[in-house]
């Protein structure tokens, strides 16, 4: 009886185990983990929830800055392919995270790289640290059940003169039409999310 | 006719590598006076991360990076300081165009004689990962080696003299 009771539970802890789906953890994200809902607001104070801001095919989280020479170097990049993905039900959102930068300045930044897609200011970078996002720019692409499905760099050149490889593109291309990303996970130089010091 | 055809190919191949010069035009020859700064592909970057029979401090940055040029005084004095008793590379991020210019212009102002390279790859996320799989390449970072390759010093961000100072201690006595 003993035996079979140890069988038992080995055989549920086994199923479990491989069951179930990958967890958002606390220091990050991993790809194919569900993201937890969260809300914050506009550069105008209104509050906004990723449900709210969800694309029919998905959801692009993006981390930016006002600062940043490599932003602004992807800023024409970046409204080229939210423009385009809109259309096939993927909307872009901008995440704002620096202590550095103020509303006015993130306000007036967004003027002037002409983003059209809301930027949330996310104050003492709670969202950033949950996510495990640490460079700008850096994306996230959820599909339309908020599962991750990518997460990295936009391409592989950061000046736009010798791009090899649409990463996030693809990443979209490959979603769109039922096939797997292949590549799931990239990185690139950036610059480091000026987040608030721990009280 | 055979002529003909030659030159009109070799009127197409100029208009190419005109084209070609045009659109990446080569940096400018460096100023005599600033710090050498050494272009590197991914292979000789490769070769450059690996500690020899002294531990390897190594400090990622670029021009462009705010929090990189407020360290960089500090990185200075640690590298007076430790002449000799480790190796200190700086590897730049700037972009190619900066290689003779803006980048060794802020090394002779910051009064800087470590060793420094300029990356260039298409392969970001492999030369990130070369260093550590838990940094997203967010800029500037320090890591220190020991000689027998294990990271010893990770820091994303500015860095703090006092603590890098310590591990370096620990490594050279």
Avoid at chain 1, 62 to 74: E, I, M
Wanted: aromatic share 10%; net charge neutral.
């Amino acid at each position: 009886m003993r035996r079979s009771l140890l069988a038992f539970l080995a055989v549920f802890a086994l199923v479990g185990f491989v069951t179930m789906p990958p967890v958002t953890e606390a220091n990050g994200l991993e790809i194919g983990s569900t993201v937890e809902a969260f809300s914050l607001p506009d550069t105008d104070g209104k509050m906004h929830n990723l449900d709210s801001l969800r694309g029919k095919k998905g959801t692009v989280i993006v981390w930016l800055s006002a600062q940043c020479p490599v932003v602004a170097a992807y800023k024409d990049r970046i409204n080229e392919i939210a423009a385009a993905y809109k259309d096939k039900g993927i909307n872009f959102v901008g995440i704002n995270s620096n202590a550095t930068e103020d509303l006015t300045y993130v306000k007036s930044n967004m003027a002037e790289f002409g983003y059209q897609f809301p930027m949330l200011i996310d104050k003492g970078n709670v969202l950033a640290d949950k996510w495990g996002a640490t460079v700008t720019p850096e994306v996230y692409y959820l599909d339309k059940k908020n599962v991750l499905q990518y997460h990295g760099a936009i391409d592989n050149d950061r000046s736009g003169k010798n791009i090899q490889e649409q990463f996030l593109k693809t990443a979209f291309d490959s979603a769109l039409s039922g096939k797997a990303i292949e590549k799931t996970k990239t990185a690139a130089f950036g610059c480091t999310i000026k987040k608030a010091k721990a009280e | 006719m055979k002529a003909i055809s030659l030159g009109w190919l070799f009127a197409l191949v100029c208009v190419v590598s005109a084209d070609a010069q045009r659109r990446n035009p080569p940096p400018k020859p460096p100023a005599a006076d600033l710090p050498k700064v050494t272009k590197i592909d991914q292979v000789r970057y490769a070769a450059l991360i690996k500690p020899g029979t002294r531990p390897l401090l190594i400090n990622f940055w670029a021009t462009w990076c705010v929090p990189c040029r407020e360290e960089f005084p500090d990185l200075v004095k640690i590298n007076n300081e430790y002449k000799g008793k480790i190796d200190f590379i700086t590897i730049s991020l700037d972009f190619e165009e900066e290689l003779n210019t803006t980048v060794p212009q802020f090394l002779k102002e910051m009064k800087a004689d470590m060793p420094t390279y300029l990356l260039v790859t298409p392969d970001e996320s492999a030369a990130i990962a070369m260093i550590s799989k838990e940094w997203a390449g967010a800029l500037p970072l320090t890591v220190l080696f020991a000689p027998s390759g294990e990271s010893v010093f990770f820091h994303q961000g500015v860095v703090k003299p006092a603590e890098l100072k310590a591990a370096i201690d620990k490594l050279i006595q």
